[in-house]
């Protein structure tokens, strides 16, 4: 059976960091492109950055660039979003997903319908 487990979230203020993780078991990571996405209270699942198969493409979303590093370990099967100079409106359920790496998913990697298997989700809540 496919698991995907999100940790890492937490309470942080406005400035600091958090590092998120997701590791699976059931499905070797290596074989799947992986994304991030979140969802606020009250708003709609958003993409955040995504990570190809070997890790040589990355794609962020716009309000997270140059503050989020997305990677990935494909030997310890778990992904990551490092999280810097983090904002209050970054406060959301973080949660990590697999997609297959095809051509779908390189013309449109920030797509949610393109992602199969999902975490449950890690709260990360900014303070300021």
């Known amino acids: 059976q496919v698991q995907l487990v999100e940790s890492g979230g937490g309470l942080v203020q406005a400035g600091g960091s958090l590092r998120l993780s997701c590791a699976a078991s059931?499905?070797?990571?290596?074989?799947?492109?992986m994304g991030w996405f979140r969802q606020a209270p009250g708003k709609e699942r958003e993409f955040v950055s995504a990570?190809?198969?070997?890790?040589?493409?990355?794609v962020y979303a716009d309000s997270v660039k140059g503050r989020f590093t997305i990677s990935r370990n494909n030997a310890e099967n778990t992904a990551y979003l490092q999280m810097n100079s983090l904002k209050a409106e970054d406060t959301a359920v973080y949660y990590c997903?697999?997609?297959?790496?095809?051509?779908?998913?390189?013309?449109?990697?920030?797509?949610?319908?393109?992602?199969?298997?999902w975490g449950q989700g890690t709260q990360v809540t900014v303070s300021s």
């Open positions: 997903a697999t997609a297959r790496y095809d051509s779908r998913w390189s013309a449109q990697p920030y797509q949610v319908s393109l992602y199969d298997y």
């Open positions: 059931g499905r070797t990571l290596g074989n799947y492109a």
């Open positions: 990570i190809s198969r070997s890790g040589a493409r990355t």
